[in-house]
């Protein structure tokens, strides 16, 4: 499976942004977010299935809503709201089954998103 993300992008603090991720290669059932900040640990934020189910993060929920075009095998991310801790480099992830950021199947190379105060 390759999963390629896109959106990232220079932002003020309080605006928006969308990231898109498009999986290719295989059918996943679960497609989601990580994101790594400088001097931190991975963090995931957010992960959809394809019946819908959806798992967000505490430090992103209110703001980040996920969404999918199960047609397209692609996954978004509406990030309002933004703040300067949001800044991080973003992951796209898929699993076979399930929406369990703590082990999914596949990554995709990272889309940076810097919020600026």
């Known amino acids: 499976v390759q999963l390629q993300a896109s959106g990232g992008g220079l932002v003020q603090a309080g605006g928006s942004l969308r990231l898109s991720c498009v999986a290719s290669g295989l059918s996943v059932n679960v497609m989601g977010w990580y994101r790594r900040s400088p001097g931190k640990e991975r963090e995931g934020i957010s992960c959809i299935t394809r019946n819908g189910y959806t798992y967000y993060a505490e430090s992103v929920k209110g703001r980040f809503t996920i969404s999918s075009d199960n047609a397209k095998n692609t996954v978004y991310l509406r990030m309002n709201s933004l703040k300067p801790e949001d800044t991080a480099v973003y992951y796209c992830?898929?699993?076979?089954?399930?929406?369990?950021?703590?082990?999914?199947?596949?990554w995709g190379k990272g889309t940076l998103v810097t919020v600026s105060s």
């Open positions: 992830t898929a699993d076979r089954v399930f929406c369990d950021l703590r082990d999914m199947d596949y």
